[in-house]
T-cell receptor, first 113, second 113 residues
Framework: GENVEQHPSTLSVQEGDSAVIKCTYSDSASNYFPWYKQELGKGPQLIID?????GEKKDQRIAVTLNKTAKHFSLHITETQPEDSAVYFCAATFSGGYQKVTFGIGTKLQVIP | ETGVTQTPRHLVMGMTNKKSLKCEQHLGHNAMYWYKQSAKKPLELMFV???????ENNSVPSRFSPECPNSSHLFLHLHTLQPEDSALYLC????????????FGPGTRLLVL
């Protein structure tokens, strides 16, 4: 089955700096990689995703990159703000047929004002 | 906010109690999920229902019993739990079994004494 490793487990940055979270996956068949943000007292919510036919995707201050050959993908947050403080989860799955979504262990991001 | 609600939000129970967790989705989705979220562990998929039929049970102990009376509601019946079952229980839904994006509820924080 799929195995997703995520690091770092915790990350502290100064407001305005960038944050990078990295994940690796094991199953080359995986072709869909969502990122979820979980704020305190809430469930995870999708913030961005990327498919295997794309190398990079950007949405305002958030971007995700994918290296299929190396089987790793990363989340980049620029100009961090205090409201970016949360736990971020990467995930991998195969889109197009039923396969469960495998999640990383999560990264707790703290943005220091 | 996400269209998935869970009740109760917090639950404390003794090991001999019987309680139920409830999840309701207002998104018109056909698949629903129960996850267990423990500290320093990836999200653990427990059960998957598709069109009210259980399609996956990830070796979950029988003290957890799911029920899906219709495509909008999902229950998790709890009986004679152990302290190690204390965790955040998340419900999610997706368009169908192959749905890529899962929409999570806020979770039920369970403490077993």
């Amino acid at each position: 089955g799929e195995n997703v490793e995520q690091h770092p487990s915790t990350l502290s940055v100064q407001e305005g700096d960038s944050a990078v979270i990295k994940c690796t996956y094991s199953d080359s068949a995986s072709n869909y990689f969502p990122w979820y943000k979980q704020e305190l007292g809430k469930g995870p919510q999708l913030i961005i995703d990327i498919r295997s036919n794309v190398g990079e995707k950007k949405d305002q201050r958030i971007a995700v990159t994918l290296n299929k050959t190396a089987k790793h993908f990363s989340l980049h947050i620029t100009e961090t703000q205090p409201e970016d403080s949360a736990v971020y989860f990467c995930a991998a799955t195969f889109s197009g047929g039923y396969q469960k979504v495998t999640f990383g262990i999560g990264t707790k991001l703290q943005v220091i004002p | 906010e996400t269209g998935v609600t869970q009740t109760p939000r917090h639950l404390v129970m003794g090991m001999t109690n019987k309680k139920s967790l409830k999840c309701e989705q207002h998104l018109g989705h056909n698949a629903m999920y129960w996850y267990k979220q423990s500290a320093k562990k990836p999200l653990e998929l427990m059960f998957v229902y598709s069109l009210e039929e259980r399609v996956e049970n990830n070796s979950v102990p029988s003290r957890f019993s799911p029920e899906c009376p219709n495509s909008s509601h999902l229950f998790l019946h709890l009986h004679t739990l152990q302290p190690e079952d204390s965790a955040l229980y998340l419900c999610a839904s997706s368009q169908d079994r192959a749905g890529e994006t899962q929409y999570f509820g806020p979770g039920t924080r369970l403490l077993v004494l």
